[in-house]
């Protein structure tokens, strides 16, 4: 995708009341400015940036000052006036970074890098998967489920691994690379977009070496935004914090083009069906519809893989209504011995302990056996971590675990 730097004030898609007023607040930010630095700064050409210096020296706003050794370098300070503007600006918007787009460019720019109907093929998730020990049934299962783009619950009991497989759904994407802007512009209010939370710059792409590419927008990989019991719905919403007198947006609008993790579901400090209700219409629509505080009302794509996560019964946390309206659900569960056993090898080698062969026995027919606890993928490596931290409290690092130091972990372990 190409995205051309703008050459006027018209190509920004902003109103120049918007441009004035932020370039006003850079120019106080900094005192003195002069025209590269300060196209630097809104990452816009001095073509666009100059004809609006021009008006704020018309306006007595601003003047220029000359410095530097020889006394040729152009600076642009505020003037008493500017100084009084400005740090009314500042009192209503804090905002200060490079030009925003306009949400009509954000719109289309979210929709023609929606992974639409891109197909991800076998090999591509178990790529992605390659350090997680799965069942050949649950890589049929999630296929199709992330292909079909339509929200997806996974479920079962706490250790079973949900999270950890989540977290790697967004390195099926690995090697694609979207566009995030800094911020938009919603008439003239700017919501910041761009999180490096969220937002990972895409390595080895060389974006500020081309001058003819619009800077506003980054290079990045496709998102992961993961929340859990700390979700609040409030961040489902543009919000306005009144001390950095910023607008952030909402989780969402981050995770557009990514994918959106909810884990813990039904743990929040609010009712699942709130959520639920609030995400019926952009679930069904693939459109969300947000308001500014002061009333003002607008759409935005919503182009992400939604996916939620909990060790509570569905049917408990949600109506059939909402259930039907999930393209996917995925329980997963005790796993075969098999599996159990591979995930053993990995985290004795992860820990560097040593056993025979009949101490995996003795973990699986008596341990589980006694206490019916199912083989999930948690046991191993937590049981195994605590067996090593008692071995090297006891300066028996190197030594051959043994079923007693195993019972003591399993029993520090396990509540009874």
Not at 76 to 89: D, M, P, R, V, W
Not at 150 to 159: D, K
Not at 364 to 388: E, F, Q, T, W
Request: contains cysteine; aromatic residues 8%.
């Amino acid at each position: 995708m190409y995205l051309p730097k703008p050459k006027t004030l018209a190509d920004t898609g902003l109103s120049k009341e918007l441009l004035l007023r932020l370039t006003l607040r850079h120019v106080q930010e900094e005192g003195t400015l002069s025209l590269p630095a300060l196209s630097e700064r809104l990452c816009l050409r001095g073509s666009v940036v100059e004809p609006l210096l021009q008006e704020l020296k018309t306006l007595q706003l601003v003047e220029v000052r000359a410095s530097g050794r020889s006394g040729d370098i152009i600076r642009h300070a505020l003037t008493t006036k500017g100084q009084y503007e400005a740090q009314e600006l500042s009192a209503r918007d804090g905002y200060l970074g490079p030009a925003p787009i306009p949400l009509e460019a954000y719109n289309k720019l979210v929709l023609s890098q929606a992974l639409g109907e891109r197909c991800i093929r076998r090999d591509r998730l178990e790529l992605a998967l390659g350090d997680m020990v799965i069942s050949q049934e649950l890589v049929n299962t999630l296929g199709p489920a992330l292909n079909s783009r339509r929200p997806l619950l996974i479920y079962g009991h706490a250790g079973t691994g949900k999270s950890f497989l989540c977290h790697r759904f967004n390195k099926i994407f690995d090697d694609e690379m979207i566009y995030v802007p800094h911020a938009i512009a919603v008439q003239n209010t700017i919501i910041p977009i761009f999180d490096p939370l969220y937002h990972w710059r895409a390595e080895g792409y060389v974006h500020d070496q081309d001058e003819d590419m619009d800077t506003r927008y980054l290079p990045c990989k496709r998102p992961l935004v993961m929340v859990g019991g700390e979700l609040k719905l409030d961040t489902l919403e543009v919000h306005f914090d009144r001390q950095s007198r910023q607008y952030s947006a909402p989780l969402q609008m981050k995770a557009n083009n990514g994918v959106f993790l909810i884990d813990d579901l039904g743990r929040q400090g609010f009712a699942a069906d709130e959520l639920f209700n609030r995400w019926i219409v952009p679930m069904e629509e693939r459109r969300d519809f947000l308001s500014l505080p002061n009333g003002l009302h607008f759409d935005i794509p919503f182009e992400q893989i939604l996916v939620f996560s909990t060790n509570l019964d569905p049917q408990a946390i949600a109506d059939e209504a909402f259930l039907r309206r999930l393209g996917y659900k995925i329980e997963l569960g005790a796993m075969s011995q098999a599996l159990y056993k591979k995930i053993w090898l990995m985290n004795l080698e992860k820990y560097q302990l040593i056993a025979n062969e009949s101490l995996f026995d003795y973990m699986v027919d008596v341990l589980h056996g006694n206490s019916g606890k199912p083989l999930i993928a948690c046991y191993p490596r937590d049981i195994l971590g605590i067996a090593r931290d008692i071995m090297h409290f006891n300066g028996q690092a190197g030594e051959p675990l043994d079923q007693i130091i195993l019972k003591r972990a399993w029993n520090m372990y396990c509540v009874h």
